[in-house]
């Protein structure tokens, strides 16, 4: 029996689900969170919008490839695009600690200033708290964000039928691994880079085509054995993923092999995992790999009729079940 919060509670795995479902859910129900999607849906007035927010804690703050700052911003543009809509106000909220120098500050804001510019987003409200020195890393950041549905979407795991094909945007697990390097200070020539962009454009990209669109999600905490299981959890269906064709960096995989990791746990920060009718799937790769964020996209699987099952066919022809990450793998990513 588990009566504290532990590390584990926080990343994206089955204590996190627990958590959620137990303690969180039961208080708070209500329709725009059935299927705890990335972002709300709400129909004020008959303007379809859609609302979502996230907490930043990353530590270090810079790291190869980004900052918490333009990661505050792109973690949220992503939270709204994969729900189906075009991102366009944002909230900062800022938690300072007691003597950081302003130099980062700037540099942070700076980055904010910048990812958002590049979203074609607009920073439309804020609050700024400082607490004394040693009561939080430097800064800690929440953004709240809202988008404008998009017309076709009709988004939900409950959609998915055997055979449609599984696709991500581009290599996994960057993020999780340029953070765990700098944090550890390991200076690693050529090491891995965070992936940490904005995705608005690949989903922007799928015009007519989203009405096929049967899922999709961004493989942040818990990576992509989290999205997959999350999205097959309970459900008649099942998802088999070929190791061959997953798409990872050179310098992530070769840290990979250093630590141990599963990079399927590993979270990254500007990639798309999508779910679609199988006759689409040339299409959309079409559309995504002349853009920078889509380039190395790829099919990846299939929907199966394992009930309930996640499982991956080895290099070598073999299978194995992939399971939930039970606790945080690397904590403070994000």
């Not at 792109?74 to 900062?92: C, E, H, I, K």
């Not at 096929?212 to 493989?219: E, N, Q, S, T, Y």
């Not at 889509?294 to 194995?320: K, M, N, P, Y």
Request: charged share 20%; hydrophobic share 45%; net charge negative.
């Amino acid at each position: 029996m588990i009566d504290r919060i532990l590390l584990d509670h926080g990343g994206g795995g089955r204590l996190s689900h627990r958590l959620i479902r137990e303690e969180i859910l039961p208080r708070f129900a209500c329709a725009a969170l059935n299927g705890l999607p990335d972002a709300a849906t709400l129909d004020p007035g008959g303007l379809r919008m859609l609302f979502s927010t996230d907490s930043f804690v990353v530590q270090p703050l810079f790291f190869p490839g980004g900052c918490i700052g333009d990661l505050a911003v792109f973690g949220t543009v992503n939270d709204l695009a994969v729900a189906g809509s075009r991102p366009r106000w944002l909230s900062l909220g800022m938690i300072l600690e007691e003597g950081l120098p302003l130099a980062i500050l700037r540099r942070v804001l700076d980055a904010v200033q910048l990812a958002a510019s590049r979203c074609d987003l607009q920073v439309v409200t804020g609050d700024t708290k400082v607490v004394r020195r040693g009561q939080c890393d430097g800064m800690y950041l929440n953004t709240a964000g809202i988008g404008q549905a998009l017309p076709g979407f009709a988004l939900g795991p409950e959609r998915l039928r055997p055979g449609d094909r599984v696709l991500v945007s581009g290599p996994l697990g960057d993020h999780g691994l340029a953070v765990l390097a700098a944090r550890e200070g390991l200076g690693l020539a050529n090491g891995p880079v965070s992936d940490t962009r904005p995705l608005h454009r690949l989903v922007l990209a799928l015009g007519e085509l989203a009405p096929g669109v049967r899922f999709m999600r961004d493989p942040t905490r818990g990576g992509l054995a989290a999205v997959l299981n999350e999205m097959v959890e309970e459900r008649a269906v099942g998802v088999m993923i070929e190791e061959r064709r997953l798409p990872f960096s050179p310098a992530t995989r070769a840290l990979a092999e250093l630590t141990g990791l599963d990079l399927l746990h590993v979270a990254s920060e500007g990639c798309l995992v999508l779910v679609c009718a199988p006759e689409l799937a040339p299409a959309i790769l079409e559309r995504w790999r002349p853009l920078p964020e889509g380039a190395q996209a790829c099919v990846i699987g299939q929907v199966a009729e394992d009930a309930s099952l996640v499982v991956l066919e080895t290099a070598i022809g073999g299978r194995r079940v992939v399971d939930a990450p039970q606790g945080e793998l690397l904590p403070r990513i994000c």
